[in-house]
């Protein structure tokens, strides 16, 4: 028999005999932690705990504990107890989807590797949890490759009338080689409910010019640069240029250009089935010196039998250089040039600052703020400001548009200045994609400028096209950016996609050192059917994968693991509840089988048991019992038992520790040997740094808030040695 506890409680309970019960030890506040445990165990008790021998020396099968990372990492007192005492370790958050997948998808294994090196040299193992679940996501991340395409407006004002094309009527183009036919179609375009022109090139098209619409005269201003836009695709692989004219209007009228932004320059651009931008720009050197107009020509004929769809509603030819658009009473809403003009009125040294055009909507730049601290009931603290070109006039209508972004969720308003005459917009959610807001005011008179709001909810924004108009304008405006919804399959894909990048990307890193899995968490609800999504949890890390892939979502997830892991790896489901409904328990077996019936492999079962003492104990025996009978593996994978306080009577820790033993008696009762995964303990210690978000104010575990073994430690040893250990023990205590 091991004696490692022996000498430290002792000389503890030396000490307080002095002052107490000498039947008695004090079992409250401890002088170094200070943290109140609960009330006072008999010595005795106490000093047949201290002789038990490591838990994990009394199982017989694998016996793990739920663990923090960096409780593991940075407390040597919890690491040790953790070393000692078990096989595995769980970790509880660290290893999930939103811990470790970035605003990008990229996956940061550095935290995990570490831990597993450590745990490594210590001789445990590590129990992969978990690969899908609805909670602990990046939902921001998931959430942001599902929403709609936010396709830019032209660069400025459109200079072709397409009204002869949207009517189908082509009066003023020339169709001077049509192919199969060019023709204008409803519901084709871009976006949904708009149409597109058709052109299909004939099954002998081989020359550009086989299949040919050209536009009318656009009329230029000397010394004025110019773009051509429009978005094109196609049925097959296509190819494609613009061309210009015969006539004296451009130098070269077949030029080769960067059709699509690639950084090439190219006789033709390539098209397929998606959706892509061609984009050129006529400088004043392109032209003739003369020119005082040019037509181009969409030349698709290139290849045979292909059919083409040209966006309408983004073909466009902008001067670059006009003076057009709404009058901005904002002198820098483009941040082109920088944030001149704008200025810090609360927030940190560091919230504003320049972006880069990467960080852009569009052009050369955008506006940063950071906000550091998230207050939702004081928006202003983080606040940047801008005066208007001239005050604003009352009564008069005003809007002031943006385009804004963030790197995770969060939340902005405007406000107008002073604000002693202020007006205030609604909160804004804001995602990771371009959102265009809108807000429309009317004046009270005299508001000399406005402000964006964003101290609500901390993270880093970005802020591009600030337009404030009373709808005076010089010509028009820009075209608005065109918002493209997914479709579902669409979403389907994607989100299949999410799912192979992530478990194959964790499976694959850690195939050498992680070798059972939680692979799908808690797909039940608690009447034993299976989640679908509309749960209505509103949580920010919430994001179901079942609501986008169906009822095979599952079945996905384990070809995967099995997949991209090792073949011998034990791959388990998991949900909590099963010994409290017994129809979620049935409900799981039957979604374990109806799995398995689609191709995928499943080794084992695990129930959470979070359970209380007013658990009925006959329900789990009956847990156990269709546990069992499925033939799988059978894990208790997060075990802990609440007592309801923070400072648990002797009576409590008495019937918490008959619990624990309980539940490994009968584990071990009606799970077959073959079956025994094993066990593992939900958190080492009732200490608070444990507890702030889970069970807070409560004794759950088998050590106390200062890492004395409790009464607990030895019902869960008792239950997995089989018998009561200290009947055992013979002789007089050591003495210190």
């Not at 996905?556 to 991209?564: G, P």
């Not at 048991?609 to 789990?620: A, E, R, V």
Request: charged letters at 20%.
């Amino acid at each position: 028999m091991k004696y490692k506890y022996i000498i430290p409680i002792i000389a503890s309970s030396l000490m307080i005999l002095s002052s107490c019960d000498d039947n008695l030890m004090e079992w409250g506040k401890d002088p170094e932690h200070g943290e109140v445990t609960g009330a006072e165990l008999p010595l005795a008790l106490v000093e047949k705990i201290g002789r038990y021998e490591p838990l994990k020396n009394y199982s017989d099968f694998s016996l793990g504990n739920g663990i923090g990372i960096s409780l593991y990492m940075s407390d040597a007192a919890y690491r040790k107890i953790v070393n000692e005492n078990f096989d595995e370790v769980t970790p509880g958050y660290e290893m999930k989807h939103g811990a470790m997948v970035n605003s990008k998808g990229e996956i940061n294994f550095t935290n995990v590797d570490a831990f597993i090196a450590a745990t490594k040299s210590a001789g445990l193992k590590v129990f992969g949890h978990t690969l899908i679940w609805h909670s602990n996501q990046n939902a921001s991340y998931l959430n942001s490759i599902i929403a709609p395409t936010v396709i830019p407006g032209s660069s400025g004002i459109n200079v072709l009338d397409l009204t002869p094309v949207k009517n189908g009527t082509f009066t003023g183009w020339t169709k001077y080689n049509s192919g199969k036919g060019i023709a204008t179609v409803a519901n084709l375009g871009l976006a949904p409910n708009t149409p597109a022109i058709q052109l299909e090139s004939s099954a002998t098209s081989s020359l550009a010019y086989n299949l040919q619409l050209t536009s009318p005269t656009v009329p230029i201003v000397a010394g004025h640069n110019y773009e051509i836009s429009f978005y094109v695709k196609s049925d097959v692989a296509g190819k494609g240029r613009i061309s210009f004219d015969a006539d004296a209007s451009l130098k070269n009228k077949y030029p080769y250009k960067d059709w699509m932004n690639t950084g090439s320059e190219t006789e033709a651009f390539a098209t397929t089935s998606s959706w892509k931008q061609v984009k050129i720009k006529l400088a004043p050197g392109d032209f003739q010196a003369a020119a005082t107009g040019f037509k181009f020509n969409i030349d698709l004929g290139y290849l045979p039998n292909v059919t083409y769809l040209v966006d309408v509603n983004t073909l466009a030819v902008v001067d670059l250089d006009a003076v057009a658009g709404p009058v901005n009473l904002v002198s820098n809403g483009t941040f082109n040039s920088g944030i001149t003009g704008w200025s810090k009125a609360n927030g940190a040294a560091d919230a504003l600052s320049a972006a880069t055009s990467a960080n852009a909507y569009e052009g050369n730049g955008a506006m940063k703020v950071v906000n550091a601290v998230s207050d939702a009931g004081n928006q202003w603290k983080t606040q940047i400001q801008t005066t208007f070109t001239s005050p604003l006039v009352a009564a008069k209508s005003y809007t002031i548009s943006y385009m804004i972004r963030s790197e995770a969720a969060g939340s902005v308003r405007c406000s107008t200045t002073p604000s002693s005459n202020a007006s205030y917009q609604t909160d804004q959610a804001t995602t990771t994609t371009w959102k265009l807001v809108e807000w429309k005011i009317t004046a009270k008179g005299g508001e000399t400028g406005f402000g964006f709001d964003l101290g609500g909810a901390a993270g880093t924004y970005y802020i591009d096209n600030v337009l404030v108009t009373d709808g005076t304008s010089t010509g028009g405006g820009v075209t608005a950016p065109i918002t493209i919804e997914k479709t579902e399959a669409e979403k389907t894909k994607i989100i299949t996609d999410a799912m192979t990048d992530w478990i194959s990307k964790m499976m694959t890193h850690y195939k050498t050192s992680v070798f059972s899995w939680d692979v799908v968490n808690e797909p039940m609800k608690e009447d034993g059917t299976l989640r679908d999504g509309t749960e209505g949890d509103t949580a920010t890390d919430y994001f179901s994968w079942v609501k986008y892939l169906g009822k095979d979502y599952a079945v996905t997830a384990f070809k995967l693991a099995r997949q991209y892991g090792n073949e011998t790896d034990k791959l388990f489901i998991n949900d909590f509840n099963l010994e409290s409904r017994l129809d979620k328990c049935d409900g799981i077996i039957e979604y374990v089988k109806y799995i398995e019936g689609k191709g995928a492999t499943i080794d084992g079962i695990g129930t959470q048991m979070h359970i209380s003492l007013t658990t009925d104990k006959d329900k789990i025996v009956q847990m156990f019992q269709k546990l069992a009978a499925s033939g799988k593996l059978i894990k208790i994978s997060e075990l802990d038992i609440r007592l309801g306080t923070a400072t648990p009577t002797v009576a409590q820790q008495a019937s918490q520790a008959e619990m624990y033993q309980y539940v490994i008696d009968m584990y071990k009762k009606y799970i077959p040997a073959a079956q025994q995964y094993g066990i593992t303990i939900w958190g080492v210690s009732d200490n608070s740094k444990e507890h702030e978000y889970w069970l807070p104010n409560e004794s759950p575990n088998l050590w106390d808030a200062n890492y004395v073994r409790k009464h607990a430690y030895k019902g869960a040893a008792d239950g997995l040695a089989g018998k009561d250990v200290s009947l055992g023990f013979s002789g007089e205590l050591q003495k210190p």
